[in-house]
């Protein structure tokens, strides 16, 4: 029997990435709040979408693959390296179960090597982790 999902992946990946104590809750899809908020924590932003369906040589199947990317944004670059090795605890962790709760049962978790990069116009460091799940 298949378990029922009542989350959809974007919603569980939220929640797991907010209890990181590094990023206090601040978790954001696409794009930082336009409201000035405080730039003296790290933060996170992530791009994902709703996915590909998996498919066999006869028709499509109820799994998904799920492209997304990891932004880890700090004025420092030790906080970046440490917040985003917390990130990536957190990714391989969930692998083997369901997400959030009642999100997704993740069967893979596939990352690349982390990017560290320099913004010069905000004055701060990030850290790119881009990533591929099953469920």
């Not at 999100?103 to 990069?117: A, L, N």
Request: hydrophobic fraction near 40%; proline fraction near 6%.
């Amino acid at each position: 029997m298949e378990r029922e999902v009542d989350m959809n992946f974007e919603a569980a990946l939220t929640i797991e990435l907010e209890s990181i104590p590094a990023l206090n809750n601040r978790v954001y899809p696409l794009a930082a709040p336009e409201e000035k908020f405080n730039l003296t924590q790290p933060y996170l932003i992530f791009v994902s979408s709703a996915g590909l369906r998996t498919r066999d040589l006869d028709s499509y199947q109820s799994g998904k693959t799920v492209k997304g990317e990891l932004n880890v944004i700090a004025p420092r670059f030790g906080d970046v390296v440490t917040t985003m090795t917390s990130v990536i605890d957190k990714l391989v962790s969930m692998e083997q179960r369901a997400i959030g709760g009642t999100g997704p049962f993740i069967q893979e978790i596939v990352y690349r090597q982390p990017v560290e990069m320099y913004e010069d116009k905000p004055k701060l460091y990030r850290s790119l982790v881009e990533f591929e799940v099953y469920f």
